[in-house]
Structures are given as C-alpha cells and as structure tokens.
C-alpha cells in the first residue's frame, strides 16, 4: 500500500541551501532511476531534470551550495505534476511527495515565475476554489458549452486564438447541468431503512459544478445503504486546489472555513441534527487527500476522521437490502449486461487516490459487487493522466500529451466505460477519449452503484 502523505516532518529541521525543506528525506535516493517509468513528466520531457531523480539531485545539489533555487530550476518543479507515483515505485522509500510540498510554497516566489504564469495562477486561485465566482463566471457560457455553437467554435480552430491555456480551460469545459447553479441538495437526508451511520458530505468546488450528479449519486447511494448524510449549505473549498499548488496561506483559510460550515450545520438545533457524524465523506480524491492532511496542514481537523466514499463504503460494507436490489447496467445500446456479455469496465486511478491515499482495492471491490460487471486493467494503471489539479491549465502541452497517453490505454482496453473517482481525472479523460477511435463514457464508480442499486429497473 502507497505511503499516505503528509507535510514536512518540523523536526527534522530545514536543508541548509533552501530553508524549509526537511534534512534527511533526500538521502536514501541512491539514483537508481527506478522511479523513471512511472514518472509522468519523465515520460513526456524525456529530460533528466524533469524527473524525480533529477530532481532529487537538483535538491541535494541546493543542500550543498553547489545550485540556488532559480528560474531555470523551479520550472522543472512546476513540471512535477505531483501524482506521487515516484513515492509508490521507489525502493528505497525516499519520500518525494514530502520533498515536493516543501519546496512548491518555495517556487511562488516572485522572481521564479514569469509576469504571465504569476497573473494566470492569481487567477485560477481566485476563481477555482469559489463556487460562486465560478457560477458567475459560468452562467454566461451556458448558452456556448456543450452546444452545436461550442462544436462549431471548435471545428473552426476559435479556441486556438485564445492561447495555450485559456484553449485548454475551453476544451476541458463540460456541457454544464442547470443543477450546478444552485445548491439544491438537502442539509439533511435521512437513511432509507434502519440508519446504519451518520455523516457528512464534501461537495468539492470544481465537482459540485462540473458534474453535480456525482454528488447527487453520492448521496443516493448512502441513504440507500442506511446512511444518513448532511451537507452543510454554505460549504465552499477544501483548499486542495491551492495546497496542491504549495498556495498555503489562502489553503488554510479555505479548509478552516470549510470546518467551521460543518460545526455550523451540526450540534444542538442546527439543521443538520445534534448528534455527531461518524465520518466526513469525499467523493473527489484530489480533495480527500488534501482533506486527509488537515491536522498537520492547519492543526485541526473535522471532528470526524475523514474518508474517501469508497473507503467507507467499503469499510462498512453495502447493506444487504442494497445488494439485494443491485441490477445489472445496461450496455450503450440499451441491453442489459450478462454473464454472455458482461458490462466491461476500466478503472482509471486516480493518483491522489492510488499514491496519495493507498486506495486501489476498495473502488475495484465495489464495482465487482455490480452483477455481470467485468473489470479490466489499463496497462499504464499507475501513471499520470496529466490532470494534476491545474497542471493542464498551467502545463497544457504536456498534460494534453499525457491525456492522450492515457484515453488511448482506456480505449484500447476494450472496456465499454471508464471509471473515474476525481473530477479532475474525469474531465481530463472525457476530453482526450473524445478524440479517440472509441470515446468510452467516463463516470464515477459511485454513479455506476446508484445506477445498479438505487433504480428501480437498473439502468
Ligand atoms: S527516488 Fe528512489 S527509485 Fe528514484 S532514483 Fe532515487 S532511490 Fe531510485
Ligand atoms: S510526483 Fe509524479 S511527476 Fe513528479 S517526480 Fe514523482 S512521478 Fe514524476
């Protein structure tokens, strides 16, 4: 199982060449290289510096005074998409994942960045992580994505007149659901049958407005099981949007508000119910890991453990009126799956959910209890699909090589639909099997169990 990841241990004391970054983390790498194949970056760049072990080294070289943390060297940081699959496939236990999030606070220096790339990041943070700025800036493009005027837009070549990165928010941009303009869900949705559990419910921001019905399946299949759930209304961001960008101020003042809505929503007369929750569930797991590291992030955390939905559905297991009314799905073309032709699916890990929190088995585990489901493996399982939180808006050229890496591994897996627990993964993958041969459907695994356990019929 992957290591899960946390800040800098303060007590091992900072590197003497680059205050802040811990002593000791960066010497066991022995330079192997083995860490090479999985490296996203290293498979797209093809160039020693932008690899972990290149890396390493730059950090090691910084320690002895023999480098100094420049321009030139803090791209091949910004080139690290931080999927940690360096951590998993390393030997000898060097803890990349602590290198990088001491030293990513470091590259938001003013003079590492050009004018451009501090202005475009300024603005990601200052819109992705607030929902209702998104929404704003959303509602005018409804009438655009999604549409026969947005297909059009593309086949002319329009977004390319955009640049780089904006071309790239263009193309990640999905046709956007009426539900995403409002907080519609319940503070309060009570367990179908006996109640088993009571817990919360993360909405993630990028989530909740570019695929509401994640959350809405979510919700579905917990009560379902027996699980009650309250969502407090005023949630906003985790903050992992921005401590995955080493942004650690505005990170700790997300998170801390983000807990203080859930002690708002839950105690004595509050709408979500006096009594205490027995977890605070996600289900994006770029969210969950940074959620996973509050206490040393912020120094407090929610006053339930926090836990991947998978996880604890897992954990707790389905209950059996649940499995009881699990339908087979049916096949694109209407017909039920079965054991002639069972409903094949291709699990995409996530990375922060594969090395970030050490989940593999308990999405698989669930999505085999789906009857006539078969699940095939990608052959790159484990690397990067370039989405990276805002690595494909802020290193479009190799995050759109890496998706198209990784839609071509899913489409040729022969897999009738995708599965994918990230949102950023999901978007990245819709974009790029678009333009593949088979553009499979991309849905969450816990879509696919509301859809076998939660309709009447399957669907
Ligand atoms: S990080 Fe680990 S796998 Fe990579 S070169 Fe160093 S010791 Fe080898
Ligand atoms: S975190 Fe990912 S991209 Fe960065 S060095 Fe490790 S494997 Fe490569």
Request: hydrophobic residues 40%; neutral net charge.
């Amino acid at each position: 199982m992957a290591p899960q990841h946390s800040t800098p241990d303060s007590a091992s004391g900072p590197l003497p060449g680059l205050p802040g970054l811990p002593v000791g983390v960066a010497d066991p790498c022995v330079h192997c290289g083995f860490c090479l194949t999985s490296c996203a970056s290293y498979r797209v760049m093809g160039t020693e510096m932008d690899s972990p072990r290149g890396r390493i080294h730059a950090l090691k070289a910084i320690e002895a005074g023999q480098l100094s943390l420049d321009a030139t060297v803090a791209s091949h940081f910004d080139s690290c998409l931080g999927c940690f699959a360096c951590v998993t496939a390393c030997p000898s236990g060097v803890r990349y994942d602590q290198l990088l999030a001491a030293t990513r606070p470091k590259l938001n220096a003013p003079d590492l960045r050009s004018p451009a790339q501090r202005s475009w990041r300024r603005l990601l943070f200052a819109l992705l992580p607030y929902p209702e700025r998104l929404r704003a800036l959303l509602t005018p493009l409804r009438a655009y994505a999604g549409t026969p005027l947005q297909a059009l837009s593309r086949r002319l070549g329009l977004p390319r007149l955009l640049g780089p990165q904006l071309e790239a928010m263009e193309q990640l941009l999905p046709p956007l659901a009426p539900e995403a303009f409002s907080d519609a869900l319940p503070v309060l949705t009570p367990a179908i049958g006996p109640r088993r559990h009571r817990v919360g419910l993360v909405l993630g921001c990028v989530q909740r407005l570019f695929d509401p019905a994640v959350n809405r399946a979510a919700l579905a299949v917990l009560s379902a099981n027996g699980i009650e759930v309250v969502i407090p209304p005023d949630q906003g961001c985790c903050g992992a949007v921005t401590h995955h960008q080493g942004e650690l101020d505005q990170t700790r003042a997300l998170a801390t508000a983000l807990i203080a809505s859930f002690d708002a929503a839950v105690g004595p007369g509050r709408p979500g119910g006096s009594e205490p929750l027995d977890a605070v569930l996600v289900a994006a797991s770029g969210c969950g890991h940074t959620l996973k590291q509050l206490p040393e992030l912020i120094g407090t955390s929610f006053r339930a453990p926090v836990a991947d939905i998978q996880e604890f559905l897992h954990r707790v297991g389905l209950s059996e009126a649940f499995q009881a009314a699990m339908q087979p799905l049916n096949h694109s073309d209407g017909q039920p799956a079965g054991p002639e032709r069972p409903l094949r699916l291709a699990y995409h890990d996530a990375c922060h959910m594969l090395h970030g929190q050490g989940l593999q088995d308990e999405p698989r585990s669930l999505l085999r209890r789906i009857p006539h489901v078969q699940l095939l493996e990608a052959r790159e399982a484990g690397v990067c699909c370039g989405s990276a939180g805002v690595y494909n808006l802020v290193q479009p050229e190799e995050a759109a090589e890496l998706g198209r890496l990784k839609a071509a591994d899913l489409a040729g897996s022969g897999a009738d639909l995708a599965v994918s627990a990230n949102i950023g993964c999901s978007l990245q993958l819709r974009r790029h099997l678009a333009d593949t041969p088979r553009p499979l459907p991309v849905l969450h695994p816990i879509q696919l169990l509301e859809r076998s356990g939660c309709a009447p019929n399957g669907d």
